[in-house]
């Protein structure tokens, strides 16, 4: 089966991202962050559609480093460490946790070690205001 256009479409690199310029324009934080290879991680807040999973995507196809998208919410602390395991194996893994408000203290004990030696770098996605 074949995916929806708006995956299909999806920006590759920073420099096919569309908007979000005091974010990916010249100059700019995550720019300057992927121009350098000097990432970390990052809370990417906004409403529904306004292209958090397609800069996260964009940053590690930059980047050339792998890309795993899981949700904080529905996917299992299991799945954290097939991630966590696949960044030990063969380096860094870009991941995108969505609904990261959602993130339970389990899940949060046992990612950051792995936030902390740099083999992860996590890009949390959210719809609440973290502020």
Do not use: C, W
């Not at 908007?19 to 995550?30: C, D, M, P």
């Not at 720019?31 to 807040?45: E, G, H, P, Q």
């Amino acid at each position: 089966m074949q995916q929806p256009l708006a995956y299909r479409m999806r920006p590759r690199t920073i420099d096919e991202v569309v908007g979000q310029e005091h974010l990916v324009g010249e100059g700019k934080i995550i720019r300057r962050m992927v121009d350098a290879k000097m990432l970390s991680s990052m809370i990417l807040y906004g409403p529904p559609g306004t292209g958090k999973t397609s800069i996260a995507s964009a940053i590690a196809g930059s980047t050339k480093f792998a890309f795993r998208m899981l949700n904080a919410a529905t996917d299992s602390k299991k799945d954290l460490q097939v991630v966590a395991e696949e960044a030990k194996m063969s380096g860094t893994v870009i991941l995108l946790l969505d609904e990261i408000h959602r993130l339970d203290k389990t899940k949060q004990d046992f990612l950051l070690p792995h936030l902390e030696n740099g083999r992860i770098i996590m890009i949390g996605a959210t719809t609440e205001n973290p502020y």
